[in-house]
């Protein structure tokens, strides 16, 4: 595996240089680099992870915690949204977040929701210490800001705390990003954005980013849907594109 550690344009040509040294060219490329998410940092953590631990909302695994007790880990929108959408399947989800309460990092809305919801409890001040299970997870273990430890049953336990995007390579192009480093694709790049280097009569196509040629798909591009099948959806799309880039230059 080889990394890319720096990119530049210069003639619609792309130029990365690699981890081993080596330098790849292309008039146009698909980045599918996507995101490394936060880690628990816990012992056993790859031991169960997709046998109990999940990174991400868990849309695809909801379905599967019909009456089960789960643990969603934050305390922003994402870790809010998936409680919600995982208290319509478990008999009971537990939002356990570091903080003092949910408003400095969640909207309002959310908030409201979160505490009407029967089947939510919130508990703050509390973090994960240590994963219970033989084969898939049994339970957690949490410290408070008291320093007092409990444990908490959990059939699966959903870490919710963000990731950073594989796109330092980035840094000095001008591809656009914003300010969790994910890629500004299509209708997300407005003609202000784009002034003074975007060099073609056209706009961007859908998954195009402020180089012409250049197309991010996945969790490497803002406003995606974090899931495997969409990413091989938009993949297919985006290979569409190429052709006509290629094409037309």
């Not at 999940?54 to 019909?66: H, N, T």
């Not at 859908?206 to 012409?212: A, R, Y």
Request: proline share 3%.
């Amino acid at each position: 595996m080889r990394a890319g550690q720096h990119g530049r344009f210069s003639e619609g040509v792309l130029r990365v240089n690699l981890s081993d040294g080596s330098v790849m060219a292309s008039r146009s490329n698909i980045c599918a680099t996507g995101v490394r998410w936060r880690r628990l940092g816990l012992d056993d953590e790859e031991r169960f992870f997709g046998a109990g631990l999940y990174y991400g909302s868990g849309i695809g695994e909801a379905p599967q915690c019909s009456g089960e007790q789960v643990i969603v880990v934050g305390g922003a929108n994402s870790a809010g949204q998936a409680a919600m959408h995982l208290s319509e399947y478990a008999g009971k989800v537990t939002l356990l977040v570091r903080g003092p309460g949910l408003s400095r990092k969640m909207s309002a809305y959310l908030v409201d929701r979160i505490t009407a919801q029967p089947n939510v409890e919130v508990r703050t001040g509390a973090r994960i210490t240590r994963l219970v299970g033989d084969r898939t997870i049994s339970a957690i273990e949490a410290r408070t800001t008291e320093g007092a430890d409990v444990e908490i049953p959990a059939a699966r336990v959903f870490v919710c705390t963000g990731g950073a995007a594989d796109t330092e390579w980035a840094e000095g192009t001008e591809l656009i990003r914003d300010q969790d480093g994910l890629f500004l694709t299509g209708n997300d790049l407005s003609a202000e954005l784009l002034q003074g280097i975007w060099p073609l009569d056209r706009r961007p196509f859908d998954l195009e980013t402020s180089v012409p040629g250049f197309f991010a798909i996945g969790d490497v591009r803002r406003g995606s849907i974090k899931r495997v099948a969409s990413a091989v959806g938009e993949g297919a799309l985006a290979v569409s594109y190429v052709h006509r880039f290629l094409a037309e230059t």
